[in-house]
Nanobody, 120 residues
Framework: QVQVVESGGGLVQAGGSLILSCTVS????????MAWFRQAPGKEREGVSC???????YYADSVKGRFTISRDNAKNALYLQMDSLKPEDTAMYYC??????????????WGQGTQVTVSS
């Protein structure tokens, strides 16, 4: 059984930083692509960043230069360093795992989410 668990969300002032973490069990972590998604109230879920099993990384234009995705295969862990946070970054953030042969798509395993709120 695959389990995906996020942590690290919270309330932060604009311009501040947060680090989100995600741990995965039940699959071979080093062989999967991992990603962060977010969904704000009343909006569709959007992809924030993806890191493939090769460690290639991809970012949404809205977070480029501010967010950094990383993974630690020895710990089965995924991270998202979020700097220079803006109120528009407020959302529920989700961690997801997907097959390595899909180009940052078809994420089959999802966490329950962690809330990030950025105050102005």
């Amino acid at each position: 059984q695959v389990q995906v668990v996020e942590s690290g969300g919270g309330l932060v002032q604009a311009g501040g930083s947060l680090i989100l973490s995600c741990t995965v069990s039940g699959l071979k972590f080093a062989d999967v692509n991992m990603a962060w998604f977010r969904q704000a109230p009343g909006k569709e879920r959007e992809g924030v960043s993806c890191i493939r099993w090769t460690s290639n990384t991809y970012y949404a234009d809205s977070v480029k230069g501010r967010f950094t995705i990383s993974r630690d295969n020895a710990k089965n862990a995924l991270y998202l360093q979020m700097d220079s946070l803006k109120p528009e970054d407020t959302a529920m953030y989700y961690c997801a795992a997907g097959p390595r042969n899909a180009y940052c798509k078809n994420f089959a395993y999802w966490g329950q989410g962690t809330q990030v709120t950025v105050s102005s």
